[in-house]
């Protein structure tokens, strides 16, 4: 082996050693389904909710070691009487030896008509955004 390719192997080396000692991760984890619903069972998709029902999000993951993490931050994006994007919750949950979550959200009052969403992050990275209405 040549002295210039004996420098480029030793460089990988250097930088695979470093990102491990950093706590690199080399996570499988993926959510593998995420749908809203109008019933806790999950039977009920939607889009669109009326004023005084929960919101539900059921969450699948695959491949998802214990320690995964999960969070839903919920957001009122254009409602009757409120401001803009005003954040209504956050949830976060820890996989553990599961792999279906459900998040929810409910309110003592009505909700204002208008537009929502939630944000699904996975281990601190934004996956998705599932919108939706109340009407």
């Not at 390719?5 to 690199?24: D, E």
């Amino acid at each position: 082996m040549n002295a210039q390719k004996l420098k480029i192997l030793i460089a990988i080396m250097i930088m695979i050693l470093a990102a491990l000692a950093c706590g690199g991760s080399f996570s499988t984890a993926k959510i593998s389904s995420a749908q809203l619903t109008a019933d806790e069972a999950g039977t009920q998709a939607t889009t669109v909710f009326a004023q005084d029902q929960t919101f539900y999000l059921i969450v699948e993951l695959a491949n998802a070691p214990e320690d995964t993490k999960l969070k839903a931050v919920w957001t009122a994006v254009e409602v009757e009487g409120e401001q803009p994007n005003l954040l209504l919750d956050q949830a976060e949950l820890t996989a553990g030896n599961q792999n279906v979550f459900t998040f929810n959200m409910s309110n003592n009052q009505l909700w204002p008509t208008g537009k929502y969403k939630v944000d699904l992050y996975l281990n601190d990275v934004l996956d998705r955004t599932l919108e939706f209405e109340v009407r």
